[in-house]
């Protein structure tokens, strides 16, 4: 995989944004595979609304993102209620989400499965003042979630396609949880994303507990909560239990 953008490529556009838009692409296109099937990604031909690139093969659909920079915690997106309801929407697609520095270098690379893409991490932002050439216009902003993130490149490093592949797999769960449970589920994974170490405890885990208080106000029993979550991970082969209080990521 090369990180580097084809420049020339981007010869002979004015605007900025169009032509970061042609050299991103291409660059997925001829880099990026799909991460439930392996086989390369496609360019849809024309602006489709709800997605980029596409997958040949097993028909998964993906909308790119890309900044030059560190995307950190939130990333911008589009016109508030329209992200909702495409969220919302059966044929919501994957993102994809490409960082690139000043020297036209991807230095990461990621993708988070429709399934992490819940209308909750989506926040909206303040309307346009009225001097703005879109008076009133409301965007929004997406609150990445950790445990959603799959690395293709990482701070300039490419992760193994073996090692991709299998990460999308151990997450295919989540596609058949209910809306209900999603919230708290996705929260505590995103606590279990925090922790550097494949091997960790119960212990580590309630250290999050005042974080996901305030995630969950109105209930009572954080760490039964907390428990539950862990089993079902459990029984989905997302982690395993070592012994009492401790666990391994698979
Ligand atoms: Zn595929």
């Known amino acids: 995989m090369l990180l580097n ?7 002979g556009y004015s605007s900025n944004s169009q032509k970061i838009r042609v050299l991103s692409e291409t660059w997925t296109s001829k880099n990026i595979y799909c991460p439930a099937c392996g086989t390369r990604v496609k360019k849809f031909e024309n602006n489709r609304p709800v997605a980029d690139f596409y997958c ?9 993102k890309s900044k030059q920079g560190t995307f950190g915690q939130k990333v911008v997106a589009g016109q508030y209620t329209s992200m909702i309801e495409r969220l919302n929407s059966e044929i919501r697609p994957n993102f ?28 909206k932002r303040k309307p346009l003042g ?14 990445l979630p950790k445990s959603g993130q799959i690395f293709y490149v990482k701070n300039g490093i490419v992760a193994d396609k073996a ?27 995103n606590c279990i994303s925090e922790i550097d170490k494949q091997e960790f405890s119960l212990k580590q885990i309630y250290g999050y507990e005042k974080i996901l208080q305030a995630l969950h106000p ?11 979550q862990l089993q079902f991970l459990r029984d989905k082969n997302y982690i395993e239990f070592l012994e009492r209080g401790k666990y391994r990521k698979l």
């Open 163 to 189: 090692n991709v592949l299998n990460e999308w797999q151990r997450r295919t769960f989540m596609a058949q949880v209910n809306k209900q449970s999603k919230g708290w589920l996705i929260d505590v994974m």
């Open 56 to 64: 040949p093969k097993c028909t998964e659909e993906f909308e790119q």
């Open 130 to 143: 009225e001097t703005a050439r879109r008076a009133g216009w409301i965007g929004s902003t997406i609150i």
């Open 218 to 228: 109105s209930n009572k029993h954080i760490r039964d909560k907390i428990r539950q």
């Open 5 to 11: 953008f084809e420049t020339a490529l981007g010869v």
């Open 96 to 123: 994809f989400f490409l960082q690139y520095m000043k020297t036209m270098s991807v230095t990461d690379f990621f993708v988070v499965p429709k399934s992490f893409m819940t209308p909750e991490i989506i926040e």
